[in-house]
């Protein structure tokens, strides 16, 4: 390959990709005066990416392959904006070498390793045969071309259940499954591989022995077109669900001095064996005694800010400097660890609902100020519409500090300080997480969130006394704001009365439950709030994002968000939601039967598992919907006849659509 054509300067760069990363590019791009050219769907026709680009090209529509995965549109869109290099971002067509010869074809420089690379490291089987050959130790597995069941179920008896049934090419969890025995072998492929074919294009699989109880650990590595490679430490990404990764965190909490010197030196050797250029990550995984190599990621990670962190590096600038041809700025013993750095993956997603991707508009979007060692990379703002198409990541909150408890507690003040509203997001799972004592004492592995998920995702305590006296303050301060306009008047402002006194009463409830009356006493002299026998003094000082309610002498800082009868309230306490019971009734709620086969999301059906006309068990699988990358089964609520299937595959469905119909047997 002709060298200035892979490693040149250039003043354009095209973005292949959406959302958070997109916005992340896009910021050290301009901070290196680099001109940035945003793609996008027509579901991202309004997107943050889009609006922070200086240019911005239409692909094509909502489905990621008719749009993002649409080498030839991305292609087009460099060639029509004057574009000279393409940054892949991560997901969607990162580590796809295909597209990365398309860019070298069509002149452009592509900001990552060579499709030659990519083909030997990208793919999860190439890497693991090159690592055999490099001595580099393995989880015993198969990794070979062959993808025919037969194959594949041989290999699977060979190594031994339980087992990994894993997707070559990509990452993130998807088309990852774990098999426990043979007879959930033949699903787990076919789902697996239907799952990577939507998310990757490519669904060629590999098999490897299921470690229990592992850890993961992960080496960043970063190499330049003059020969240098360096290690810039290892990050820890134990806490996943689902294979994917929730809490990232560097270095290691896990590994010895010695430890890390020794997984760093195997990961460059990993990517010596073949003289990688670009940014990568080599992953590991541990049993508590050995660690074992299981694949590289030829691309930039959704965890790299806890490894800027930790090194003062800026990873997308030197991933740029690489792409001009530079050379590295720094040798590997002049690579400083200073501190530790942790980071939560911020999603629209449901954690009571067992993690159910959440869609809508952004009604609220209020996060605290990247101060005192807080990061905080975002793709979404206040107005922004979370749709069922892509990955529901959000943001990533990071904090920093010299010391692992602290960075876990800046963190999680960060956390604490966040209100989204308008979807439903994974923020308090997320605080729950990092403040479980086990992940402090650091007593974790790859299983620990699904064994504790009950107590991450246990439901928040009852509005006690502060948190009732606050609903009324809420309702007050947004009544006090909507009266006044203009020029200030008494008869505008709450609690003035020229004589009297007066009563009003509030009833509040959480969800179904018990109603709970707040009455307030106001007029001439002080207001009050009386719950039971309790009568408390109060005042309120509004200010951004909620208001200041002292009660008896006391003050606490409320955070606030009321859509109609609908309050969300954030104490110290925890975050709250109430709903304002309607004081001249005629209120109406629709109820939903849990017994209803309907379509939680937006999504597409992509199989269909039960035959009209046969008997189910109690949760029988019944059909599986594609929503925002990821697979969900719908399941028969009871026993019972499928009666009705309302749905085929490639159907795209709404939300609440009736996708089957079971009668119930009786029983």
Known sequence: MDRTKLYRRFRTLLIANRGEIACRLIRTARAMGLRTVAVYSEADRDAMHVALADEAVLLGPARARDSYLNVERLIEAAKKTGAEAVHPGYGFLSENAEFAQACYDAGLVFVGPTAGMMTAMGSKSGSKALMEKAGVPLVPGYHGDAQDDATLAKAAEKVGFPILVKASAGGGGRGMRIVRSADELGPAIVSAKREAKAAFGDDRMLIEKYVDNPRHIEVQIIGDSHGNLLSLFERECTLQRRHQKVIEEAPSPTLSPAQRETVCAAARKAAGAVNYVGAGTIEFVSDGKDVFFIEMNTRLQVEHPVTELITGIDLVEWQLRVA?????????????????????????????????????????????????????????????????????????????????????????????????????????????????????????????????????????????????????????????????????????????????????????????????????????????????????????????????????????????????????????????????????????????????????????????????????????????????????TLRAPYAGVLKLIKCKVGDIVQEGVELAVVEPSGE
């Open 324 to 632: 001009f041809g530079e050379a590295l700025p720094l040798k590997q013993d002049e690579i400083r660890l200073n501190g530790h750095a942790v980071e939560a993956r911020v999603y629209a997603e449901n954690p009571t609902k067992n993690f159910m991707p959440s869609v809508g508009r952004i009604s609220t979007w209020r996060l605290p100020a990247e101060t005192g060692g807080l990061r905080i990379d975002a793709g979404y703002r206040e107005g922004d519409s979370v749709s069922p198409y892509y990955d529901a990541m959000l943001a990533k909150m990071i904090a920093w500090a010299p010391t692992r408890d602290v960075a876990i507690d800046r963190l999680n003040r960060g956390l604490e300080e966040s209100d989204v509203r308008g979807i439903v997001t994974n923020i308090p799972f997320l605080s729950a997480l990092i403040t479980h004592p086990k992940v402090r004492a650091n007593a974790i592995d790859t299983g620990f969130i699904e064994r504790e998920l009950a107590v991450l995702t246990s439901t928040a305590s009852a509005p006690g006394e502060l948190e009732l006296c606050a609903a009324v303050a809420a309702v007050i301060n947004e009544e006090r704001q909507a009266a006044q306009g203009g020029a200030h008047s008494p008869w505008q402002t709450f609690g003035w009365q020229p004589v009297g006194r007066r009563q009003r009463s509030f009833v509040f409830r959480v969800g179904h439950g018990p109603e709970q009356k707040v009455t307030l006493n106001y007029g001439s002299g002080p207001s009050t709030l009386v719950i039971g026998e309790r009568e408390l003094a109060f005042t309120i000082a509004p200010k951004d994002g909620g208001f200041d309610l002292t009660l008896d002498g006391v003050k606490s800082s409320v955070a606030a968000v009321i859509d109609g009868h609908e309050l969300y309230l954030r104490t110290r306490n925890g975050r709250f939601d109430l709903h304002w019971v309607d004081p001249f009734g005629g209120e109406t709620e629709e109820q939903t039967g849990a017994d209803k086969i309907a379509a939680p999301l937006p999504g597409t059906v992509v199989a269909v598992l039960a035959e009209e006309g046969a008997k189910l068990e109690k949760g029988a699988p019944i059909l599986t919907l594609e929503v925002m990358k990821m697979e969900q």
